[in-house]
């Protein structure tokens, strides 16, 4: 199955800066990626859709000028969390689809913690 | 969208029992519903999925069954062991359309010894 590396694993920043995390497909290119948050005790949201080339797709609830995410080759996608703030403290896990008919692997996520 | 809805919440079991977990969904047009197991702090595990031609898959201790007139799916787990305790998601997906995936709210089980 495809090998997703996600760094860094945890991060500690003050309110106010911008954090930036990456999602790497090791061995194999996605042309889409997804980004979910959660919270503690809670489930996976998904945050938004990440596509190589062009704009990422951002679901209901989600602001796009504040997570900013970039997928400028077939092996990276980044999100950026921009003038965090303490609410944005939360486990952070970027997934990548497999080939036609196969399960989605996870990047072993990013605890942020914004203090 | 998609609306996919977990029971129960926690679960505990003895060693040895079985557990089970159900989901329903709302969009009838789902085709993919994959199981994923997450230990504290790690990355969601699959540990089994179905696909909507299939009514029933097994995999040693492991089984999940879709009922697709209904829109709900379930998960077996058989003699459980202290390791299968963890939280446990529920997803579906149109693997046709994004594949993005909505998963259930978790279930939190606990296997005592």
């Known amino acids: 199955g495809a090998v997703v590396s996600q760094h860094p694993s945890r991060v500690i920043c003050k309110s106010g800066t911008s954090v930036k995390i990456e999602c790497r497909s090791l061995d194999f290119q996605a042309t889409t990626m997804f980004w979910y948050r959660q919270f503690p005790k809670q489930s996976l949201m998904l945050m938004a859709t990440?596509?190589?080339?062009?704009?990422?797709?951002?679901e209901q609830g989600v602001e796009k000028d504040k997570f900013l995410i970039n997928h400028a080759s077939l092996t990276l996608s980044t999100l950026t969390v921009t003038s965090a703030h303490p609410e944005d403290s939360s486990f952070y896990i970027c997934s990548v689809l497999g080939t036609a008919n196969t399960e989605a692997f996870f990047g072993q996520g990013t605890r942020l913690t914004v203090v | 969208g998609e609306n996919v809805e977990q029971h129960p919440s926690t679960l505990s079991v003895q060693e040895g029992d079985s557990a089970v977990i159900k989901c329903t969904y709302s969009d009838s047009a789902s085709n993919y519903f994959p199981w994923y197991k997450q230990e504290l702090g790690k990355r969601p595990q699959l540990i089994i999925d179905i696909r909507s031609n299939v009514g029933e898959k097994k995999d040693q201790r492991i089984a999940v069954t879709l009922n697709k007139t209904a829109k709900h799916f379930s998960l077996h787990i058989t003699e459980t062991q202290p390791e299968d305790s963890a939280v446990y998601f529920c997803?579906?997906?149109?693997?046709?359309?994004?594949?993005?995936?909505?998963f259930g709210t978790g279930t939190r089980l606990a296997v005592r010894p």
């Open positions: 997803a579906a997906s149109i693997r046709s359309s994004g594949d993005k995936l909505t």
């Open positions: 990440s596509n190589e080339g062009s704009k990422a797709t951002y």
